[in-house]
């Protein structure tokens, strides 16, 4: 009997049948051991001696291993084939050696990169050794990822509470994000316009075409910065008499097809085009590697998923090409193969790229074999693979260059045409940004024939504004290729250190975009302060490249820990006499230029005085979860807010609120009117305020865009609440305002929230009616008053609850029968109805039932009920409205706090 161990119970299964009766395939359900997560697990003063434990959940797989093994002619390793698949091997070896389970045992170790029949049985005509380079590889990485984490982890928990942990490449990572955060902060939009004019030839075809060139002198990005230059321009080619064709240019170009997909860019495409994250392409992938059943039989649709190779089986290569001439015809298949080279220089080099087993098996054919996850994944790894045989696109480009009025200026037309689709008829690549608004649209675009010193007529001139955009955010796409570019981490390890950045609360993904946390900016800041070489992009792309020499064999493993372990631990030991002033000093220092810019425009502005007391200074402050933004006044002044620039993204919108936009001064107090960006929106603000008083505020309502508030339109607002008029019913007034929920409307102390469309600056008494009649009353609220309880004569009151009608007196409720109809419900049966819960209650409780006074008490209540029952009810006491939710009536008229 053959043992063999592979990683997946999925996989055993598939493998057993394709090995018969003489083998017993065995999962050992992923990794078996690692390093415990305490000190002393890798240790340095003993040549990097390295304890390992068996994962809890890995005791019984590798149990039945044993058992197995025991009995066995050869044991054959048949885990993944890349670096980790080889750490595993080599862990069950070592594990299984420990409990004397090999003796008289052959260890054979196994590799294919798919799971089909042919590739298995003739992986294990080709048995081979454990890779010792591989291993080593594996443990100089891991002990790396220990010493980092369990050196650097503590210093962060000590000094920069709050932080949970930092990592080798994870803080890099990192560092990637809140750097391109602090770009977008710093951004500053830049204005400037184009000019854009419709010409028609002979044929009265029309065709827009480019300002370049005016006045003689080519035309830079800024050179017409503002309204007043654009219109100048403008005019000018308005005036113009003569448009003519000077030069007519013509190329033909081809685009080639993208290489098969490796980790990094099957992650980046993923991202693109299915939206999927990291970790769950991988996820997928996985299952399509370890296959699906097809007639009876389990396939791997795919090959091996962690790869940096690009290249591609022979036998594979044919198979697609058949396909190819069979399905899109000759002309889209190239006269020879097409052959991809990696630009990797490591071990995992000598995979192939990722691509269906069998070309011949199209998507639609395996479609019922597979969740919809599946579906999307493996027809986009197909018709990527496909694709990179096929045939180039051809394109005919034309540019058009017109003189306008001989030398006064210059347009520029271009055109692109897609003569032949080639591989464009099966698979475009995506990308990870939009052209930059104003730039030159890149997709196919056709210009009618023209020729040389031909005249054309104007027919439109359009002068357009814009705004330079900052750099985007990190996609998970974008952050992948970049993490690739700077040759941080490995494909294989990208999924992970995403997710453990987000599971850290470092970063989180919103919109598909990476938005750094506070305590994210906070431990960037202190590595870059304190840990600078360690987490610099060169350094670790280097480290990564002696790890990648290991697992070749040209560099020894224990001399790479050395040299790192030396200086770093130097470094630890410096760190430990940190104080937490020196700390909050250098944080500010790194990060006080993005949370408090200064304003060019307004040299007297300081962004550091606090706005609540006027004499303190803002600055980065640390508390027992993280960073804030607090005065150095505390704790006489305890103004704080979010460690954020506020208005970073306005950039995005040509619109800067990083300090308060001026929008005039109000003609009665002469005190400014700005608009600013707080936590919770935008809102309007007049003056400073002072120590007693804080400035009156308003937030500005939805609809109306930033750019656009006028001075009046802010003084309307900060005027608010305003009367509309009075309800026809009460004779009460009805005023509107804006509170902490939105706009709303109040009357006789219930709010209604205004819905959409509704004008809080121009609603009319009619329509106020409406909204308050419309309202439903809020559980909860004062009800309809049916009497005063003779024992205290507080007010007896009739509610709608979640549960149906019921009384109300003081704290105590009482649901009415479904029999009684509410509108019916007198004070006498309504005391009864308390009187019986009351006596529920308390026997409930266990306490002793009523005495006779109470009982003389509870029957003299029912006989002045009666008479209490014809009277008038009495005016209630007024209550504190309770704040109702948005839309209900109810809404608090509070103004927000920012």
Known sequence: MHVVVVESPAKAKTINKYLGPDFRVVASFGHVRDLPP????????????????????????????????RNAKTLYLATDPDREGEAISWHIAQELTERKALQGVDVRRVVFNEVTKDAVLEAFRKPRELNQALIEAYLARRALDYLVGFSLSPVLWRKLPGSKSAGRVQSVALRLICEREAEIEVFRPQEYWTIDVTLANGEQTLFEARLTHLEGRKLE??????????????????????????????????RNPQPPFTTSTLQQEASRKLGFGATRTMRVAQKLYEGVELDGETVGLITYMRTDGVQVAAEAVGSARDMIAERFGDRYLPSSPRVYKSKARNAQEAHEAIRPTDPQRRPDAVARHLDEDGRKLYELIWTRMVASQMASAELDQVGVDIAVDGAAAKLRATGSVITFDGFLALYQEGRDEQPAEGAPDTGERRLPKLSERESLARKKVAA??????????????????????????????????????????????????????????????FLTSFF??????????????QLDQISDGRKDWKLVLRQFWDAFHALIEETKGLRIAAVIDALDDDLGPHFFPKDPERPDFDPRRCPACGTGRLGIRIGKTGGFIGCSNYPDCRNTRPLAVVGADDAENGLDLSRPKLLGKDPESGEEI?????????????????????????????????AEVTLELALALLALPRHVGKHPETGKVIAAG????????????????????????????????????????????????????????????????????????????ATLPKDREPGDMTLEQAVELLAAQAEKKRAKSGKAPATKAKAGTAKKAKKTAKKSAKKTAAKPRKKAAAKPKAGAAGDSPEPAEH
């Open 674 to 706: 700005t608009l600013r960006k707080g936590p919770f929106g935008l809102y309007l603000q007049r003056g400073e305020g002072s120590e007693e008083a804080k400035p009156k505020r308003v937030g500005l309502p939805k609809g109306h865009a930033p």
């Open 38 to 69: 305490k000190d002393g697990s890798v240790r340095p003063d003993e040549d990097f001696a390295m304890s390992w434990a068996v994962q809890e959940r890995a005791s019984k797989h590798l149990k039945e291993i044993a058992d197995a093994a």
């Open 464 to 525: 357009d504004q814009h705004f330079t955009q900052p750099p985007p955010r990190y996609s998970e796409a974008s952050l992948v290729k970049k993490m690739e570019e700077l040759g941080i981490g490995r494909p294989s390890t990208y999924a992970s250190t995403l997710q453990v950045l987000q599971d850290r609360d470092y970063v989180r993904l919103e919109k598909r975009r990476f938005y750094p946390e506070d305590r994210g900016r906070l431990v960037t800041a």
């Open 221 to 254: 990005r800024f050179d017409l910065g503002d309204a007043a230059k654009a219109e100048a321009a403008k005019q000018r080619l308005e005036a113009a008499g003569a448009f003519v064709v000077e030069r007519v240019e013509r190329k033909q170009s081809k």
């Open 532 to 545: 600078e070489r360690y987490v610099e992009y060169g350094f670790t792309a280097d480290l990564e490249t």
């Open 738 to 813: 804006i509170g902490r929920f939105g706009p709303y409307i109040r009357h006789d102390g219930r709010y209604c929230g205004l819905k959409e469309g509704d004008d809080v600056l121009s609603i009319g008494l009619n329509r106020a009616v409406v909204l308050l009649a419309e309202a439903p009353a809020r559980r909860g609220s004062s009800g309809k008053k049916i009497g005063e309880h003779p024992a205290d004569g507080k007010p007896v009151t009739l509610h709608e609850g979640r549960y149906g009608p019921y009384v109300k007196h003081g704290r105590l409720n």
